[in-house]
């Protein structure tokens, strides 16, 4: 039972546009979301997180919108860069930046085209 | 930032032998640290929880006598692969909870090919 979806497994998108990637969740205990970005042979690095409290998290290039309602959220990247292309992987936990354990999504390949 | 560091990044062994991973957070206390297995194309999967001074929390389907978790100070946790079989080859990452900055923090991972 994936709890945590990443509907598309890759992504292509041409440098300096923007990038959209997407993860849908189904446990509505989950108040705490996240995504890392993972090179290949590499454990993920954290990039953006997002409470239940909040709608939008910007971060640099790097927003995440959550649709608590629709139990939806989503990653811009904007401008893409070479250097962005890399498997991203939304997560989603039940604590509010607590110890929690994290649910993982099935990741999105992301390429950016020079 | 955080440091967590996972050894050793890559290891080949023969089927039946045992294989140990550590994961060391280098700048901070971890009471709590998670192992995660990834196979190719597929998520995280968590494995287990391990909390320091007690037995590890195993997600349903481990075999917790195969998968040996020790986490004896507040900066290491080990895993230990026992009888390793071609089946477990997979790659194992690591992460510790920094409770001062309220994020995990994952290592860099490890793949494990079993002969």
């Known amino acids: 039972d994936q709890q945590v979806k990443q509907n598309s497994p890759s992504l292509s998108v041409q440098e300096g546009r923007i990038s959209i990637l997407n993860c849908d969740y189904t446990n509505s205990m989950f108040d705490y979301f996240l995504w890392y970005k993972k090179y290949p042979a590499e454990g993920p690095t954290f990039l953006i997180s997002?409470?239940?409290?909040?709608d939008k998290n910007e971060d640099g290039r790097f927003t995440v919108f959550l649709n608590k309602s629709a139990k939806h959220l989503s990653l811009h990247i904007v401008p893409s860069q070479p250097g962005d292309s890399a498997v991203y992987f939304c997560?989603?936990?039940?604590?509010?930046?607590?110890?929690?354990?994290?649910?993982f999504g099935t990741g999105t390949r992301l390429t950016i085209i020079p | 930032g955080a440091v967590v560091s996972q050894h050793p990044s890559r290891v080949i062994c023969k089927s039946g032998t045992s294989v140990k991973i550590e994961c060391r957070s280098l700048d901070f206390q971890a009471t709590t640290m998670f192992w995660y297995r990834q196979f190719p194309k597929k998520s995280l999967m968590l494995m287990a929880t391990s909390n320091e001074g007690s037995k590890a929390t195993y997600e349903q389907g481990v075999e917790k006598d195969k998968f040996l978790i020790n986490h004896a100070s507040l900066t290491l946790s080990t895993l230990t692969v026992t009888s390793a079989h071609p089946e477990d080859s997979s790659f194992y990452i690591c992460?510790?909870?920094?409770?001062?900055?309220?994020?995990?923090?994952f290592g860099s991972g490890t793949q494990l090919s079993v002969l």
């Open positions: 992460s510790a909870y920094h409770r001062g900055g309220e994020k995990l923090f």
């Open positions: 997560a989603a936990s039940g604590t509010l930046g607590g110890n929690e354990k994290l649910t």
């Open positions: 997002i409470s239940s409290i909040k």
